[in-house]
Every structure is written in C-alpha cells, then in structure tokens.
C-alpha cells in the first residue's frame, strides 16, 4: 500500500470514528509537556505530521505524558477515543507551530507593510493598497492550495472545504486605524516606523500586529496544515477577511447580500478564551460651528485628537496664537504643571513656543476606546484643562472654547458617563464607558466625538433619548447650541450552547492555562449580529491590549501560541460529529 493510499484509509477510519464518541473537554496535555515538545523540536527538524508524531512516540516527553497510545493509533488508523482526537489535535497545533512560525512571522511582516487605512474621499475597495494586500493574500492561498475569492475588493474569502454542508466563519480585517507616526516613539527614544515590524525583545510592533492582521496569518497557516495533511474534515470552514471592520462595517453586510451566511462565525478580533458577549457600539458626535473668536488674550486655532472614534491617543496638541508668546507658554505651563498635580499626577501638560505660535500638549497613555481604563486620556484632559483657564489665562471664546466647555460640563474625567448621569452597570457585562476620542476641524464646524460601548440592561432607545435631553438641557443652560448625531448599538449576548462552544473553550483555557469561563467584550467584532457568533482570541484578557494605541506590537511568543491554538481548533472543530 503506498502512502496515498495509506491516507487514505486513515482518514476514512478516522471519520468512521467520530460519530462513535461523546467529545471530551481535555486533552490530557499539559502546557508544561507541551513547552518540552517545543523545545525537543525544531522547524528544520519535522517535515510533516505523521513524521512528527512517529519521531515524539520515541521521545521521552511522549513516554512521560503517556502520549503513545493516541499516537499509535492514529498512525496505525485504528479509531480514536475521545481524549485521543483532542490529543492529536492538541499536537497538531504544536507541529504547525514548529513547521510554520518562522514563514508565518514573515508573512505578518510583509501584510504589515501594506498601510490599510482608510484615506478620506477614497473608498476602501478603490484604494491600491486595498488591491495589494487581496493580491498578497491570494497568493498565499492559492500556493497553500486553498479556494480565493475576492468579493468586489470588500471580503476576501479563503475556503477550505470539507465533506458536510455546515459551514464555519472566520473573521479577521486587514484594515487598520490610522497612525500618527510622531508618536511611536518608545520610552528610551527608539523610533518605529508604523508600517514596518521591529522586533525588540520578543516584541513585534507594528500597525496590525495586534488587531488584526495577525488573525489573518494564524489562520491561513492552520488552513494549510490541515489541507496538506489531507485531515478529514467534516464541514468547511471560510476565512473571511474584512476590509471596513475598523471604519463603515458595510463590508461583511455587502457579502451576505451575495452569499449564505455561515452556520457558525467565530471573530479572531477580541479576547480569549470565548467571548460571548460584546457591548454595543455608539457614538455621540458634537459639531460646533466656527465662529470668529470674541474677547481679548490668546486664540486657540487647532486642536488634535484621535483619529479615530474608537482610538484614544497618547497626545493631543493645541495651537494657540498670541501677541505674547513667551509670556503665554510660560503661564500655560505653569497652570498645565498644577492642573496635573491636581487630577492624579499620571499625564503632563507642556507649553513651548514654535516659531510664532504656542503648542500646548496634553501627553497620556494611548489606548483602545473599549478599554479606556487602560490609558490617560490626553483628550478629555485637553479640554477640561483649556476649559478650567477661564479667568486664570486669558483666551479669547471660539468653537474649540465652546467644545471645551461642553466636553468639561457633560464627560469630564469620568469615563463610566457618571458626569452626565447616564452610568449604569451589567454584573456580567460591565460598566457603561464613555471615552472623548476623534477630533476634526473643517472649514464649517469643529468636531468632538465621544465612543460609547453600551452593555445589556438598558435599551439604545432609552438611552440616546436620556442622552439626547440632557445635552438639550445644557445647551439651553449655557447657550452654546452644537449639532448632535447620536448612534448606539445593540449588545449582543450568547448564550453558550452545544458541542462547538464547549471545545473552543477547552482549547483556548488549556493551552493558555486560563480558567475555564466565558467572557465579556467592551469591543465589537464583526460576528455582533451573526448567528452562533463568538470571538476567540487572539488577545489574552490579562494582558494590556495594544491595537489602535500608539507603539502597537504583539509579542512573538503569543503569536506562535495563537497560530498553535487556531491549528488546533480548526482540527478539533472540523472534526466534531455535531457542532
């Protein structure tokens, strides 16, 4: 019998075999046997899987863990017991992780490489980067002999099918938030370039390392161990990447007016080990009309902000114009260096004149908009500082004043939206947060927008019109009348049934050595409102998480875990005789 054969066989008996077990939710391998396989192995020393699995039943490690039968059996095509599948799977990532790391680390550096930002006035699917990175993603796919299409240039689908009519949605974007290259500067004065992986330390920073680019690798490299390795599969599985996530969501919504949606859909955007529940997205955004400024003393011209309404950014910067410049930044650092004293200490304000103007800079923490707890936020602290000189530094009244006084008035500090009254709390879910971000200025209006992410307990309804009367009643009191746009989404919430969701978080907990519970999300994925829809991964929850912050980076040791982790699932789920 020649190898072909041989495989063949294998794979009907392992197929055979599935429908004659109840799936286990261990796989009997520890973190600690698998960080000693690692180290047994290496890339240059596995060539493919059976190989591998014959060389490891030799090995002590196998010996010591009791390995043996699991992998006599699958390589002698005998039917596998529960905890031996999940074994095998659990190996399976591990040999993918060995096999394919180093290619995978490249193929992140090179779709890092391509900027996929959104570029005002330019739609995504006709941005040449857009085209470049479907381009790259399809000659990947096509030499790891999975099916390509690109759907308009707005998803680009990859399958890999198996032998059911079930089908599993995977989700990643290649779009990124935009930078603000000054600010990647690490603590000792390193430079990074945005678009290029630097690699200090077992850091890889670089815009899409973290969200979500890396979602995109881990599971086409999973892909491509299991099509190469001719494992059964008994349903298909579609890697859908999106290309507005980040910006106007319609991408994912344009693909399902043309094609099924799947049975299952799993985000590879969020947190570990599955997520099942994501706050609702929303958006208050003010514009105040530009107005000649009225008074006497300094004018401030420009502010900036996030550049995004779901980015909070390390650094916000005003400009003011002044007769007395010298005399200006002196009083505003002065006032800047005892306002941070007073309102905790952990930001700086600084004032220095450049050329004929003076720069006021508020410096934080940059920081996801879903995680505001994480960062200082330089935005809100602009403009509750600018609002709190009124009497001590004299400023002439204009549209950034006015926004001063309303961002000051209604948000404050406070994140949790206690200033305005409008807080509440879900005992699963969290807090209600509510993050000043993105700031814009045009020629007509100046604009300032707070990010909401809205937790069960209280409908959208309710709370744009609990919103929406306050603000009404502010502005009537302080005669400042900005324009509001008011969006606020729906939570989703799963609840957590059938054999699918049991294995994801078996998979996820094990190898991560987490406790094995659902978890919540402040952040929202594309799966929000598809059927069976979860996140898994790839950011481990204990961990600061670095997507949309300045200095973005994922750590190389992580991203090896998350291609072995999603290897692993997609054999593990495919495989499953009922989902």
Do not use: C
């Not at 192995?41 to 010591?64: I, P």
């Not at 190996?91 to 005002?120: M, N, Q």
């Not at 049975?263 to 599955?274: C, E, F, Q, R, S």
């Not at 003010?286 to 006497?296: H, I, M, T, Y």
């Amino acid at each position: 019998m020649d190898f072909s054969l041989k495989h063949l066989a294998a794979t009907t008996l392992m197929i055979a075999s599935l429908s004659s077990f109840t799936p286990s939710a261990f796989a009997n391998i520890t973190t600690q046997q698998s960080a000693a396989i690692l180290k047994t192995f290496s890339e240059s020393s596995v060539t493919d899987f059976r190989e591998f699995l014959g060389r490891l039943a030799q090995s002590d490690v196998a010996k010591s863990g009791d390995l043996g039968p699991a992998i006599s059996a699958f390589l002698d095509n005998k039917a596998l017991s529960s905890e031996q599948q999940n074994e095998i799977h659990r190996l399976l990532g591990l040999y993918a992780r060995l096999k394919y790391g180093s290619a995978a680390t490249e193929t992140l550096r090179e779709l890092v490489a391509i900027p996929t930002f959104r570029v005002d006035g330019v739609a995504q699917y006709d941005n040449p980067e857009f085209i470049k990175i479907a381009d790259k993603i399809k000659d990947l796919a096509q030499s790891f002999n999975l099916n390509f299409r690109n759907i308009d240039n707005r998803i680009y689908e990859i399958a890999l099918e198996g032998s059911g009519d079930e089908v599993v949605g995977i989700h990643a974007h290649a779009d990124v938030v935009p930078v603000t290259p000054e600010n990647w500067v690490l603590k000792d004065g390193t430079r990074l370039d945005p678009f290029k992986v630097t690699l200090i330390g077992d850091r890889m920073y670089g815009r899409g390392t973290e969200d979500d680019k890396n979602g995109i690798v881990v599971s086409l490299y999973a892909m491509k161990v299991i099509k190469e390795e001719k494992l059964p599969l008994a349903r298909n599985f579609k890697l859908l990447v999106d290309t507005t996530e980040e910006t106007t969501g319609d991408a994912i919504p344009y693909y399902f007016e043309h094609n099924p949606t799947p049975n299952y859909n799993l985000a590879l955007d969020g947190g570990y080990p599955v997520v099942i529940a994501e706050k609702g997205y929303g958006t208050v955004m003010a514009s105040f009309a530009r107005r000649d400024g009225e008074g006497k003393g300094a004018e401030i011209v420009s502010m900036t902000g996030g550049l995004a309404t779901n980015q909070i950014p390390s650094a916000s910067v005003v400009t003011l114009v002044s007769d007395k410049p010298d005399e200006l930044a002196a009083s505003l650092h002065k006032a800047g260096t005892e306002y941070a004293k007073r309102n905790g200490g952990n930001f700086e304000v600084t004032a220095k004149v450049v050329g004929k103007d003076v720069k006021l800079t508020v410096t934080g923490v940059s920081a996801h908009s879903s995680e505001p707890e994480s960062g200082v936020n330089p935005v809100a602290r602009m403009l509750d500082f600018i609002n709190s000189l009124d009497g001590k530094v004299a400023l002439k009244h204009n549209h950034i004043t006015d926004a001063a006084r309303y961002a000051a008035d209604n948000w404050g500090l406070d994140y949790l939206g206690g200033k305005l009254g409008v807080g509440f709390s879900d005992s699963f879910m969290g807090p209600l947060t509510a993050s000043l971000t993105f700031v814009g200025m045009d020629e007509k209006a100046f604009k300032l927008a707070v990010n909401l992410r809205v937790p069960k307990g209280k409908s959208p309804e309710a709370l744009n019109s609990e919103i929406t009367d306050k603000l009404a009643t502010w502005s009537k009191k302080s005669h400042i009348a900005p324009t509001f746009d008011i969006s606020i989404a729906e939570p989703m919430y799963r609840n957590p049934e059938g054999e699918w969701v049991k294995a994801l978080l078996a998979v996820a907990s094990e190898n991560l050595g987490m406790e094995h519970k659902y978890g919540t999300s402040a952040g929202a994925t594309s799966v929000h409102e598809l059927p069976n829809g979860v996140q898994f991964g790839l950011a481990r929850p204990e961990v600061k998480y670095t997507g949309h912050t300045d200095n973005e980076f994922k750590t190389v040791d992580q991203f090896l875990l998350d291609l072995q982790i999603v290897t692993e699932m997609m054999g593990r789920i495919g495989q499953l005789p009922k989902l």
